[in-house]
């Protein structure tokens, strides 16, 4: 039996779990910056780094406690060493580190984007190597094809926002508070979808790219145009959300055709979009999983669960306090 405490703080949410090899996930918690950063209409990185420095150590101490598990029994310290902000990474990163220190395990410093790819695997049906898998989230957009723990293919990306991105500044377009995600999501179930029509980008270009940025400024022309009523405002936020949904649903189905696969994992913010959801079910030519909706945003029990897996199979960090906030995926090794 073997207990891993997983650290994430890539960004604002400070999150920690404890993973067991025999029993599972034992305690998990997260603690949402959303409260100090919506005043901003966005993530402020110095404020979002302090709050980790005090949130981080309570919460520790809360899922060892709700665990029922000492300092003792914990096998391995998991942190989030990159992508993300790099203040932010650092208060994980010295945390987890000093406490591997102090307990005599070893730390092991997880790639944000495989700890969401391995979100799935704490779903009691599970997605066997190879698949493909869409990231998608704020500050990602990737298509990789996935063929085995540290064994990642890229097979296209975003060349300017990433989709998560899109919606946010979209929603804010619209006047929608932060996190604009859920809320322009929640507004275009209003919506009229014969109303607009937005374009697909990149959809008649063979590679598996994304760019958001045009469909964005598209969004801004036509509420320039329309005016700002309320019905507008639902019109445009479903157009908008009908056209990232297929440009993501066809460039996934080529992917697949590409790869020869018929299995997708979909995970990251986006991911726990209803629509999104339901067109990957039932037009995709594929067999679709995705994580529960509390595991698709950032979250410690994905840490927690990658860091043992990584342990289980030998890898471990050095002493070195290192992060990575840009950190392709490519370079891991497994």
């Known amino acids: 039996m073997m207990r891993v405490l997983g650290i994430e703080t890539s960004c604002d949410e400070t999150a920690v779990a404890i993973y067991d090899g025999q029993h599972g996930l034992l305690a998990h918690h997260v603690y949402s910056q959303i409260p100090i950063h919506q005043e901003w209409g966005g993530v402020v990185p110095e404020l979002a780094s302090r709050d980790h420095i005090r949130k981080t150590l309570p919460l520790i101490q809360q899922v060892l406690q709700e665990a029922r598990c000492t300092p003792q029994e914990i096998h391995g310290v998991a942190y989030t060493r ?14 987890g580190r000093s406490l591997s220190y102090a307990w005599s395990v070893p730390a092991i410093g997880v790639h944000h984007l495989e700890a969401h790819l391995m979100a799935v695997m704490l779903e009691a049906h599970q997605p066997a190597f190879p698949f493909v898998a869409l990231l998608v989230s704020g500050g990602h957009t990737l298509l990789v094809e996935a063929q085995g723990l540290g064994k990642y293919v890229l097979l296209g990306e975003s060349v300017d926002d990433a989709v998560g ?3 946010d500044k979209t929603a804010k377009l619209l006047g929608l508070p932060y996190p604009g995600g859920p809320a322009l999501a929640a507004l275009a179930t209003r919506g009229d979808p014969n109303r607009f029509h937005f374009p697909r ?8 790219n994304f760019s958001f940025s045009g469909l964005k400024t598209y969004a801004v022309n036509v509420f320039q145009q329309q005016g700002d009523d309320p019905q507008t ?23 697949l055709e590409h790869t020869g696969l018929q299995r997708l994992v979909m995970v990251g913010g ?36 990658t860091g043992w897996l990584r342990l289980s199979h030998g890898f ?10 840009r950190w392709p995926m490519m370079e891991l090794l497994n």
């Open 82 to 95: 990159g992508p993300g902000l790099i203040g932010a990474l650092m208060v994980g990163a010295s945390i």
């Open 165 to 167: 991105e899109a919606f």
């Open 201 to 208: 980008p990149m959809l008649s270009t063979p590679h598996l």
């Open 233 to 255: 405002k639902a019109d445009i936020a479903r157009a908008f959300e009908d056209a990232v949904v297929e440009t993501l649903l066809v460039k996934c189905q080529r992917a």
């Open 270 to 305: 986006v991911s726990a979009n209803q629509r999104l959801r339901a067109a990957m079910r039932q037009r995709l030519q594929a067999e679709v999983f995705y994580p529960r909706r509390e595991f698709c945003t950032d979250n410690g029990a994905m840490v927690a669960y």
């Open 316 to 325: 471990y960090d050095d002493l070195t306090i290192e992060v990575r906030p």
